[in-house]
């Protein structure tokens, strides 16, 4: 038999085999050859931001641990709700049935509740400033209910900014004080504004309002995911429809609190509108979201 035929073909057939590889390697050098270095907005992305705050320094920090039972370290339990919660995502990871033990324990968080219900104010869809003084008693006895959770509210001004420690997951905490005392703060801060019989009682609860848009401001501007931008939102929307209320209100005496209307107009930029800049947490947290998901999903077919 005559094998120099067959090897003919078979050296002809490696031969172009072996030239489609090498054309196919030119041609991605030669895509690649052109391809342009990342800007350093894009290369910003790939990598984790350095935390520049301390624990006590940090609003994530304290609205995690908003809500400890009375005496405790909002701080403290904010750092171990933070560290759970990283232990729990990753066992999830590991293993997807961990979810329902995870959430259970979540629920089952000994925590201060807020006592009562301001149904009179609904800064998402209502006024909080019409009609307050009617509601007077029921303030009073809100804040007296409430001293402790009012109190740390009123402290979180005092924080330098904001940023999101947990690892990004599936099961990350995002953060947000109790509707109650929102609610109790912009009732307070209104009540103050129309029972103020001076300048200077008026100007003070101005004070408080101007403070708490800062506080929001900095969540907006923080380094965190887009829920806590579409939370800080709505508790600055909340400000400024009260504010706007306030100006409305033609039996309210503008002239002698202008310095303090503008100074809280003034406390948010048009630069801190600008959600994309601020977004440099999300293209990790929406990676690990996807892989919780497929973890989600495996585990429930494992389940059943």
Not at 57 to 74: P, R, T
Not at 237 to 250: C, N
Request: charged share 20%; hydrophobic share 40%; with cysteine.
């Amino acid at each position: 038999m005559n094998l120099t035929t067959p090897l003919r073909i078979l050296s002809k057939t490696v031969l172009w085999a072996l030239g489609v590889v090498a054309v196919f390697v030119l041609a991605i050098v030669a895509i690649n050859a052109f391809d342009e270095d990342l800007s350093p907005q894009t290369a910003a992305l790939s990598k984790a931001r350095d935390n520049p705050y301390a624990p006590e320094e940090n609003l994530y920090i304290a609205l995690v641990g908003f809500d400890a039972l009375e005496g405790q370290s909002v701080v403290t339990v904010g750092q171990e709700r933070v560290a759970e919660n990283d232990i729990a995502a990753a066992k999830f990871l590991n293993d997807p049935r961990t979810l329902t033990e995870s959430l259970e324990r979540s629920k089952d968080r000994k925590k201060t509740e807020f006592k009562g219900k301001p149904d009179f104010c609904r800064p998402i869809t209502g006024s909080c400033w019409t009609g307050v003084e009617s509601h007077q008693p029921e303030i009073n006895g809100l804040l007296g209910d409430n001293q402790e959770l009012y109190r740390r509210y009123l402290a979180l001004p005092a924080l330098r900014g904001y940023f999101e420690t947990a690892n990004p997951s599936y099961l990350m905490i995002f953060t947000n004080v109790p509707g109650g005392v929102r609610a109790l703060f912009l009732t307070n801060t209104a009540l103050r504004i129309r029972t103020g019989t001076t300048v200077r009682t008026r100007n003070a609860a101005l004070v408080d309002l101007r403070n708490d848009v800062s506080t929001w401001r900095r969540m907006l501007v923080g380094n965190g995911g887009l829920i806590s931008k579409m939370l800080a939102i709505a508790s600055l929307h909340g400000d400024y429809v009260l504010l706007g209320d306030m100006i409305a209100d033609p039996n309210i005496d503008l002239a002698p609190l202008s310095a303090e209307i503008e100074g809280t107009l003034l406390q948010v930029g048009m630069d801190d509108w600008k959600g994309p800049a601020h977004f440099g947490q999300d293209p990790r947290l929406k990676a690990k979201t996807l892989v919780g998901g497929k973890c989600l999903g495996r585990g429930s077919r494992t389940i059943s």
